[in-house]
């Protein structure tokens, strides 16, 4: 009887053995399977990330470039400027009579002065304006006692102020009524 009691419980555990190996062979499977989708996504995050890494090159090289050629424009439109003050020097020495080149001179150094300004104006660079001390654009650089102006008054201009679209680049330097 002890033999009869034994085969099926044998059976039983080589059934769980086999049911075990395919199992097993079935979760291989599956896990190489999972290996092989993994190893493909891997793949592909890597080529995303190597093309993020290429991008980021190329747009910091495009961005050296254009801090690099940024005042192209402002040079190319300085340089009528330049023709100006060269072709107002090369004409006032040709004018044998001085008072006459300094006449010239003259002329030609103001309407070569519009042009820088008027260069300066098409950039963005503006004067500062000069009607009431703002410590914030204007610098004392001497107080003075004058009965004509008020209290605080500008006075004098030494030197002209400028903003660059709006930010002060040079306060002016002036004088101001103290009384």
């Known amino acids: 009887m002890g033999k009869k009691h034994n085969k ?14 395919e199992n097993q062979e079935l979760d291989i499977e ?18 995303a990330y190597a093309r993020c890494e290429n991008d980021k090159k ?13 005042y192209e424009k402002f040079a190319k439109d300085l340089l009528p400027v330049v023709d100006s003050l060269e072709l107002a020097i090369a004409h006032a020495k040709d004018i044998e009579n001085k008072e ?21 104006k098409n950039h963005g660079i503006e ?4 009607e009431e001390f703002n410590p914030e654009v204007h610098q004392a650089v001497q107080h003075v ?7 605080g008054d500008i006075v004098d201009v030494y030197q002209k102020g400028y903003t660059l679209k709006g930010k002060l680049i040079r ?8 009384k």
Do not use: W
Not at 8 to 21: A, H, I
Not at 58 to 70: N, R, T
């Open 30 to 47: 599956v896990l190489l399977k999972q290996n092989e989708e993994l190893k493909a996504k891997l793949d592909e995050c890597l080529r």
């Open 127 to 130: 004067p500062v304006e000069h």
């Open 100 to 120: 006459e080149a300094f006449d010239k001179l003259l002329e030609g150094v103001e309407l070569t002065l519009k042009k820088m300004l008027d260069t300066f």
């Open 145 to 151: 006692t004058s009965e004509e102006h008020e209290e």
């Open 58 to 70: 190329i747009l910091k090289k495009e961005a050296d470039a254009m801090v690099d050629y940024a």
């Open 8 to 21: 099926p419980q044998e059976e039983k555990v080589k059934k769980e053995k086999n049911t075990s190996k």
């Open 171 to 178: 306060p002016s330097m002036v004088t101001i009524n103290k």
